[in-house]
T-cell receptor
Framework: GENVEQHPSTLSVQEGDSAVIKCTYS??????FPWYKQELGKRPQLIID?????GEKKDQRIAVTLNKTAKHFSLHITETQPEDSAVYFC????????????FGTGTRLKVLA | GAVVSQHPSRVICKSGTSVKIECRSL??????MFWYRQFPKQSLMLMAT?????????EQGVEKDKFLINHASLTLSTLTVTSAHPEDSSFYIC????????????FGPGTRLTVT
């Protein structure tokens, strides 16, 4: 069935360093890839997304890259800050039909001050 | 402001009882809503797609007789956990596709269910 793998499961970085989280999806028909940040007990918040017609998208300190051929996409956070500490989830979706999301397993990011 | 609300935010119930969770789209009508379950330190698992005017579509492995979904109106979907057991204790989150760009979803604040 459809599957999204996410690595690493935990990531600790020093404040100011960069963090990279990688996801691989199995459904070749997926064409929409959002990234969510979730703090403990809260709802997931969309931080950036990318559609399959582009290879990269950037929003200030956050960027996402997509390799459709290899079926993987990555989240890049530069100049990390303690408030970036949270759990990050990637997801893959077909932007048609049911529009349902398949989520990755999550990455717990800890930014050390 | 919030686009999607859920009620209640927390509920504790005894084993064997039923619990109803509401998901409301506040800003626009939604013919489709999604229900997820999230166990501690785990990912969001899609349980079912709630469809206005028709039956819900359940994901493989989700018992439709245990998790009853009713898309009561274009702004309200309810999830009823019937005959709840401690293993049903979880964080239940709904989401609503964005109007006009349905591939984007707005998530509700979640409902923490504890079954004793």
């Amino acid at each position: 069935g459809e599957n999204v793998e996410q690595h690493p499961s935990t990531l600790s970085v020093q404040e100011g360093d960069s963090a990279v989280i990688k996801c691989t999806y199995s459904d070749s028909a997926s064409n929409y890839f959002p990234w969510y940040k979730q703090e403990l007990g809260k709802r997931p918040q969309l931080i950036i997304d990318i559609r399959s017609n582009v290879g990269e998208k950037k929003d200030q300190r956050i960027a996402v890259t997509l390799n459709k051929t290899a079926k993987h996409f990555s989240l890049h956070i530069t100049e990390t800050q303690p408030e970036d500490s949270a759990v990050y989830f990637c997801a893959a979706s077909r932007a048609s039909g049911t529009y349902k999301y398949i989520f990755g397993t999550g990455t717990r990011l800890k930014v050390l001050a | 402001g919030a686009v999607v609300s859920q009620h209640p935010s927390r509920v504790i119930c005894k084993s064997g009882t039923s619990v109803k969770i509401e998901c409301r789209s506040l800003d626009f009508q939604a013919t489709t809503m999604f229900w997820y379950r999230q166990f501690p330190k785990q990912s969001l698992m899609l349980m079912a797609t709630s469809n206005e005017g028709s039956k819900a579509t359940y994901e493989q492995g989700v018992e439709k007789d245990k998790f009853l979904i009713n898309h009561a109106s274009l702004t309200l979907s309810t999830l009823t956990v019937t005959s709840a057991h401690p293993e049903d204790s979880s964080f239940y989150i709904c989401s609503v596709p964005r109007q006009g760009q349905r591939f984007e979803q707005y998530f509700g604040p979640g409902t923490r269910l504890t079954v004793t």
